[in-house]
């Protein structure tokens, strides 16, 4: 059991709670020791061990004896019953979009269906709509996002993916005996969603290889093993494949497998990849194609090679370009952690600053914040501002931008802050003329100074809605408004494609982490990656200017 299964299993249990409508003190019990399990750096089974599984943040005494009984036994006795009364397939319900517990538990009872497949089909003989409280668009909605899961089916976001694929490699690289190893594929392009999880390894003996990877506690099972592979199965099913080559083959081996097949294809056209044995990096491969350096994250053959060619690829930004964090939340709202914490938090990353955008007061499931309570959290920042050295927290809200694009707040209010993120967090569905119109009214109020994912995508669970990009992107440039990249890894929205217009237009981005705990702070790094697939420079990125430059963009000087 690793700390994410231990994770799942108890958002599992809070999930069948929930259908169950049960106490949602109990609920939250589950949701709050799951959360802090999942980001935990430490090993459960080592904290186990010196009997310290209480000592983790929101695992009360009733919730740790049923981790203990998961790490002593692989299961839950009290899981294994409730999955009796609320089969497995009724939770995977749960992850079509726009499907919550309640219509679950209604559609369960009502109709007795029990799995996905069967639910779709009850969609198509519109059988569904026959259920009160279920109407035509409904049923319409569940089975376009069925659709949508079927299409993304074993694909995984980069959160799952890439940490797991890391832990991979450097198990592997303990072993003295393999030289070199590296993540490839989709995965090192950064890709928001993955089929696989592909490694490079380079030994002298690919029996090693094999020793190796069978002693990795995270592989369910492995269905081949050979002198060139090693594959099978991960935990999260994810599907992963060792190549094993010789030393000398490494690098134009790591070119090879980074790039998509259009970008090899180009690439290797007039050179076979023989001619680069021995190569000592990838750049040296490159250059002896007489092209600069590639990034992996560009190497899709969408203009990178022809860019190459003529020394005029960009430079990209980096992780550490960031000096802060501009969409923040603490526990005035829906965050876990003091708006101290979260500043330790970003110190220690190295920022300069800070926005604190928690969110406001039409949102109170998230418990929005009203005028009085802004105006208490804006004294309580300006008191640890003058406490602190070297560091700013600017004063902020993620304001929602309500259905005809007026804001949560009034002008005056959102005139007394630093910094303006407005999102949309309800009515998804409106067509595309009025989503648009919305947006465009928030950016022209002149009170914004970031759109917080635009889309409102999340990957796997919800399309982005219908959008006239190059309207809002033409007004965002006019008004001095930046775009996010909120860096979740169910979300990276805006997505690449987006960001890369929005270089051409002129408008700036914000690669922000949306935290709403410390560790969420680490997201970061998925936005750079999604902002680097955009070809975007630390220039267009507003948290990597000096926080003097910052002020003055925000203040649309």
């Not at 009984?69 to 019953?81: A, C, H, Q, R, V």
């Not at 030393?247 to 134009?252: K, L, M, N, Q, T």
């Not at 491969?285 to 590639?294: A, D, G, P």
């Not at 997505?495 to 970061?524: C, P, Q, R």
């Amino acid at each position: 059991m690793t700390n994410r299964q231990v994770a799942d299993i108890l958002n599992r249990i809070a999930d069948i709670l929930q259908i169950k409508e049960e106490n949602p003190f109990k609920i939250r019990a589950y949701r709050n020791a799951a959360q802090s399990i999942y980001y935990l750096d430490e090993d459960l089974r080592s904290l186990y061990k010196k009997d310290k599984i209480g000592d983790v943040p929101g695992v009360g005494r009733a919730v740790k004896g049923k981790i203990e009984e998961l790490l002593e036994k692989g299961s839950m006795e009290y899981y294994e019953n409730l999955l009796k009364e609320v089969p497995q397939g009724v939770l995977e319900m749960l992850s079509v979009p726009g499907i919550g517990h309640k219509m679950v538990k209604l559609i369960y009872e009502k109709t007795g269906i029990d799995n996905i497949d069967d639910l779709l089909k009850a969609a198509e003989e519109h059988r569904l709509r026959e259920i009160p409280g279920i109407g035509e668009k409904t049923e319409e909605n569940i089975k376009k996002g069925i659709e949508m899961l079927k299409k993304n089916r074993g694909k995984v976001n980069l959160g799952i993916a890439l940490p797991l694929a890391e832990k991979f490699r450097d198990f592997l690289l303990e072993d003295e005996r393999i030289l070199a190893a590296s993540v490839v594929g989709s995965l090192r392009r950064g890709k928001p969603l993955v089929n696989d999880i592909d490694i490079l390894v380079a030994a002298e003996d690919y029996l090693a290889v094999h020793e190796k990877a069978e002693q990795f506690t995270e592989i369910k099972k492995i269905n081949r093993k050979d002198k060139e592979n090693v594959s099978g199965k991960l935990i999260f099913d994810i599907d992963f494949e060792l190549i094993i080559v010789l030393p000398d083959d490494y690098y134009h081996s790591l070119v090879w497998t980074t790039g998509s097949k259009p970008h090899r294809a180009v690439l290797f056209s007039e050179i076979g990849r023989s001619s680069f044995r021995g190569a000592v990096s990838e750049k040296e491969i490159y250059e002896k194609l007489n092209m600069q350096f590639i990034p992996p994250e560009l190497r899709e053959n969408r203009g990178e090679i022809e860019k190459a060619r003529l020394n005029e690829l960009p430079v990209l930004v980096e992780l550490g370009d960031i000096k802060g964090d501009l969409h923040v939340h603490s526990d005035w709202s829906d965050g876990a952690h003091e708006i101290m914490e979260m500043v330790r938090k970003a110190k220690e990353k190295g920022y300069s600053y800070m926005a604190v955008t928690d969110h406001s007061k039409s949102l109170p499931i998230s418990g929005g914040l009203d005028e009085e309570r802004l105006l208490a959290q804006g004294r309580v920042i300006d008191d640890l501002n003058l406490k602190i050295e070297d560091f700013k927290i600017l004063k902020g809200i993620e304001v929602d931008i309500l259905k005809d694009g007026s804001l949560d707040f009034s002008d005056e209010v959102l005139e007394n802050l630093d910094i303006v993120v407005a999102s949309v967090h309800s009515n998804f569905k409106m067509d595309k003329e009025k989503q648009t119109k919305r947006i465009l009214n928030a950016i022209k109020s002149g009170k914004v100074n970031i759109i917080g994912h635009l889309t409102g995508r999340l990957l796997n669970r919800r399309s982005g809605y219908e959008l006239d990009i190059d309207g809002i992107l033409k007004t965002a440039a006019r008004y001095n408004v930046a775009l996010e990249i909120n860096s979740h890894p169910e979300r990276l929205d805006i997505d690449e494609e987006t960001a890369f217009k929005a270089k051409e237009y002129g408008v700036k981005i914000a690669i922000n982490s949306d935290a709403h705990n410390k560790e969420d702070l680490d997201l970061i790094r998925y936005g750079v990656i999604n902002a680097r697939r955009g070809w975007i420079t630390p220039d267009d990125v507003i948290n990597t200017w000096p926080y003097d430059k910052l002020v003055k963009f925000l203040k649309k000087e």
